[in-house]
Structures are given as structure tokens and as C-alpha cells.
């Protein structure tokens, strides 16, 4: 079975990311722990969570295939590794 990187980005969301509500900030966080690095995010919906980790992890896989990934980073990316 082929997949395209957005049914796998979304697949991956479904079925690993750890999404829950916190009532003490009264906001949405999500956790992804892929082994392409740990995703976090943290939005006012579940569904702005979601899409912040397909974005970041989308950038993770893109960054996997250059050849110096560790120093090349996108803003998105800073912040995944920022808030880890």
C-alpha cells in the first residue's frame, strides 16, 4: 500500500498523537512522540492542534531528507523543539 505524506501525516495524527483538554488553561494540547522528534502543541481547539502537529510534522519529514537537517529549521520546527 503506497501512501502520499499528507494521508500519512494525517494517519499518523489519528492514531498516535495524544490530544486532551486541559481545564486549567482552559485550552487544547497535543503530544506527538515520532521518531522524527517529539511534537507538541498547545491552541484554543482540537481541530488548530491537529493541524499544528500535521504542519510541523510535515516539516520534520521535510527536513529528513536533506542532508544537515540539524541546522536547518523553520519557525514551526524552533518552536517544536523549543517547547519539548
Known amino acids: ?28 494540547f497535543g503530544v506527538l512522540d515520532h521518531t522524527l522528534g517529539l511534537i507538541c502543541s498547545q491552541r484554543k481547539t482540537k481541530v488548530a492542534v491537529q493541524k ?13 531528507f536533506t542532508d544537515n537537517r540539524n541546522e536547518t529549521k523553520t519557525s514551526k520546527t524552533q518552536r517544536a523543539y523549543s517547547q519539548a
Do not use: G
Open 1 to 28: 500500500m503506497r501512501l502520499s505524506i499528507k494521508q500519512y501525516i494525517n494517519r499518523t495524527i489519528r492514531q498516535k498523537a495524544k490530544i486532551r483538554y486541559d481545564k486549567s488553561v482552559k485550552q487544547w
Open 52 to 64: 499544528e502537529l500535521a504542519e510541523i510534522l510535515e516539516e520534520f519529514i521535510a527536513l529528513s
